[in-house]
């Protein structure tokens, strides 16, 4: 690129050199003027000749102009009324520095022959060149120029451009896009560079990406393993109660049952989190009787803290297991966060069945409501000491959404209420 930088810088020096050379030799021609007496005489001859016939005088095409003044100084020819403009008398071409010739036949004088003044002439002819060598010069660099800007925009902007829309792919993170590799501009020693830098960027990310979903898939299955030791201890506890006649033991038994249900909580939460990441948290919905609601509710009222009303009777489009999730997250968390009784009502709402699970501890600040199904987002009122993940309701919120429904967290003075949308069949 460099090369071809000076390659130009070099010819237009050479082009520019020639050019003031050209104009100084066409411009010093002017120091020579010659008089050609034999053509004069020539043209004076051929006057004499033709004196009764001037108009015979315009198919002789001699190289210089003539005028012609009879001994009256009657114009009886010009080749140039230009270049003879306020030419009366021979004096008046004299005082213009003309050349005169007088026209005698014998000893009788006929007239004039006047001839322009060779030395304006000469000058004339010289600045017709240097306009017709100025106009060729300015056309030879215009000419260059364009084909300079030509060589630039090819070379230089162009490369350039996509360099800076290269730049944006990588900021974008289109990594799948490589950089056109060209020796021959300005940035071709550093194309090279950048498309190995766009590659190594790439296959960075896949490491990255690579081990985020080795650590996923760890959770997922850590998760999932943890599961079966904490089944265990919760058939041993369900044992222990029933054999067990000594209340305080029974107390502590239903102590460790209650924890090892929230530890079954949490593990539930991670793993399903995980397998969402994973795009592994499958939904079936299925066709079921309402009548199941009931029963989920009972499973995980282990408390039995939940007061509910009539359940409409309808077909409901749901994942049974899922649906099951997302009630026991929501009444986990009223055991953990308000400790009160829940009451549960049912209403039909369009093609919908609304169930309103409402608890009356203190709520949580109306500013978090929205943040309440972030991932790993937890409240600031009563979580302090709490376990917890902040998982809960972000998989239940999007399992009502991959069952076509929506789940609605509301608070008051009240309580905390949450409204699951179900979709009826």
């Given at each position: 690129m460099m090369k071809g930088f000076k390659r130009f810088f070099?010819?237009?020096?050479?082009?520019?050199?020639?050019?003031?050379?050209?104009?100084?030799?066409?411009?010093?021609?002017?120091?020579?003027?010659?008089?050609?007496?034999?053509?004069?005489?020539?043209?004076?001859?051929?006057?004499?000749e033709n004196w009764n016939h001037p108009e015979a005088l315009n198919g002789y095409g001699f190289d210089t102009d003539f005028l012609v003044l009879d001994s009256g100084n009657e114009q009886l020819y010009s080749s140039s009324d230009k270049a003879f403009e306020g030419i009366k008398v021979p004096l008046d071409a004299v005082r213009d520095g003309m050349i005169t010739m007088t026209v005698n036949d014998g000893e009788e004088f006929l007239g004039t022959v006047v001839f322009p003044n060779p030395s304006k002439v000469a000058?004339?002819?010289?600045?017709?060149?240097?306009?017709?060598?100025?106009?060729?010069?300015?056309?030879?660099?215009?000419?260059s120029y364009i084909v300079?800007?030509?060589?630039?925009?090819?070379t230089v902007i162009k490369p350039f451009n996509r360099m800076k829309e290269?730049?944006?792919?990588?900021?974008?993170?289109?990594?799948?896009?490589?950089?056109?590799?060209?020796?021959?501009?300005?940035?071709?020693?550093?194309?090279?560079?950048?498309?190995?830098?766009?590659?190594?960027?790439?296959a960075s990310k896949q490491r990255e990406t690579e081990l985020k979903l080795k650590e996923k898939e760890l959770v997922a299955s850590l998760s999932h393993d943890l599961k079966t030791p904490v089944t265990g201890i919760r058939a041993i506890c369900g044992v222990l109660s029933v054999k067990v006649q000594d209340e305080y033991v029974k107390a502590k038994i239903?102590?460790?049952?209650?924890?090892?249900?929230?530890?079954?909580?949490?593990?539930?939460?991670?793993?399903?989190s995980a397998l969402d990441d994973l795009g592994e948290m499958n939904v079936n919905p299925?066709?079921?009787?309402?009548?199941?609601?009931?029963?989920?509710?009972?499973?995980?009222?282990?408390?039995?803290?939940?007061?509910?009303?009539?359940?409409?009777?309808?077909?409901?489009?749901?994942?049974?297991?899922?649906?099951?999730?997302?009630?026991?997250?929501?009444?986990?968390?009223?055991?953990?966060?308000?400790?009160?009784?829940?009451?549960?009502?049912?209403?039909?709402n369009g093609d919908f069945l609304e169930m309103n699970i409402k608890d009356y501890g203190e709520g949580v600040d109306p500013n978090e409501i929205g943040f309440l199904t972030n991932k790993f987002y937890r409240g600031k009122k009563n979580t302090a000491g709490k376990e917890g993940s902040g998982l809960g309701l972000y998989i239940s919120s999007?399992?009502?959404?991959?069952?076509?429904?929506?789940?609605?967290?509301?608070?008051d003075k009240e309580g905390f209420e949450v409204i699951l949308t179900i979709p009826l069949a």
């Amino acid at each position: 690129m460099m090369k071809g930088f000076k390659r130009f810088f070099i010819y237009l020096t050479l082009l520019i050199l020639a050019s003031i050379s050209l104009l100084i030799i066409v411009a010093g021609s002017t120091r020579y003027v010659q008089i050609d007496t034999i053509q004069l005489n020539a043209v004076v001859q051929t006057v004499k000749e033709n004196w009764n016939h001037p108009e015979a005088l315009n198919g002789y095409g001699f190289d210089t102009d003539f005028l012609v003044l009879d001994s009256g100084n009657e114009q009886l020819y010009s080749s140039s009324d230009k270049a003879f403009e306020g030419i009366k008398v021979p004096l008046d071409a004299v005082r213009d520095g003309m050349i005169t010739m007088t026209v005698n036949d014998g000893e009788e004088f006929l007239g004039t022959v006047v001839f322009p003044n060779p030395s304006k002439v000469a000058i004339s002819r010289i600045i017709h060149r240097l306009i017709l060598a100025t106009v060729l010069i300015i056309l030879v660099i215009l000419v260059s120029y364009i084909v300079f800007l030509y060589y630039i925009n090819r070379t230089v902007i162009k490369p350039f451009n996509r360099m800076k829309e290269f730049a944006g792919f990588i900021a974008q993170g289109r990594l799948d896009e490589p950089l056109i590799m060209d020796q021959n501009n300005i940035f071709g020693a550093f194309t090279e560079s950048f498309d190995i830098m766009r590659e190594e960027l790439k296959a960075s990310k896949q490491r990255e990406t690579e081990l985020k979903l080795k650590e996923k898939e760890l959770v997922a299955s850590l998760s999932h393993d943890l599961k079966t030791p904490v089944t265990g201890i919760r058939a041993i506890c369900g044992v222990l109660s029933v054999k067990v006649q000594d209340e305080y033991v029974k107390a502590k038994i239903e102590n460790i049952e209650q924890k090892t249900e929230e530890i079954n909580t949490l593990l539930s939460d991670l793993l399903s989190s995980a397998l969402d990441d994973l795009g592994e948290m499958n939904v079936n919905p299925t066709e079921e009787t309402s009548d199941i609601l009931r029963t989920l509710v009972e499973e995980h009222d282990i408390h039995n803290k939940v007061t509910a009303g009539e359940i409409p009777d309808c077909i409901i489009k749901v994942d049974r297991n899922r649906l099951s999730q997302v009630i026991g997250n929501i009444i986990n968390n009223s055991y953990k966060y308000a400790n009160t009784k829940i009451d549960i009502n049912y209403k039909f709402n369009g093609d919908f069945l609304e169930m309103n699970i409402k608890d009356y501890g203190e709520g949580v600040d109306p500013n978090e409501i929205g943040f309440l199904t972030n991932k790993f987002y937890r409240g600031k009122k009563n979580t302090a000491g709490k376990e917890g993940s902040g998982l809960g309701l972000y998989i239940s919120s999007e399992l009502m959404k991959k069952m076509q429904g929506r789940l609605i967290c509301i608070s008051d003075k009240e309580g905390f209420e949450v409204i699951l949308t179900i979709p009826l069949a």
